[in-house]
């Protein structure tokens, strides 16, 4: 059984910091790929960023360049870094694992075809 917890959300002024964390349980999580998706009140569940076992990684254009995820596979965590947050980034994020389709997929198939999933962390942004 796969365990995905999220910690790290809160509120912040925009322009400001926060950094996300997903402990992942339950599974020998090598070659696992691992992202993160938000879903802001009324809207689709959206692709934020993911991370291969490799550490190769693929971002939401909204989010390339203020946003970075990582990963410490001895700790079986992901990190997403995230800087100069908009109020437009005002979501839950959602921590995924996936051990079929990959970092690269993961950017770009729906959200319902990972069966891996977090509670959800909200992070909130004021202008």
């Known amino acids: 059984q796969v365990q995905l917890v999220e910690s790290g959300g809160g509120l912040v002024q925009a322009g400001g910091s926060l950094r996300l964390s997903c402990a992942a349980s339950?599974?020998?999580?090598?070659?696992?790929?691992m992202g993160w998706f938000r879903q802001a009140p009324g809207r689709e569940r959206e692709f934020v960023a993911s991370?291969?076992?490799?550490?190769?990684?693929y971002y939401a254009d909204s989010v390339k360049g203020r946003f970075t995820i990582s990963r410490d596979n001895a700790k079986n965590t992901v990190y997403l870094q995230m800087n100069s947050l908009k109020p437009e980034d005002t979501a839950v994020y959602y921590c995924?694992?996936?051990?079929?389709?990959?970092?690269?997929?993961?950017?770009?198939?729906?959200?319902?075809?990972?069966?891996?999933w977090g509670q959800g962390t909200q992070v909130t942004v004021s202008s």
């Open positions: 991370i291969a076992w490799s550490g190769g990684a």
């Open positions: 339950g599974r020998t999580f090598s070659n696992f790929a």
């Open positions: 995924v694992a996936d051990s079929i389709f990959g970092a690269q997929r993961m950017s770009v198939m729906p959200w319902k075809r990972f069966p891996y």
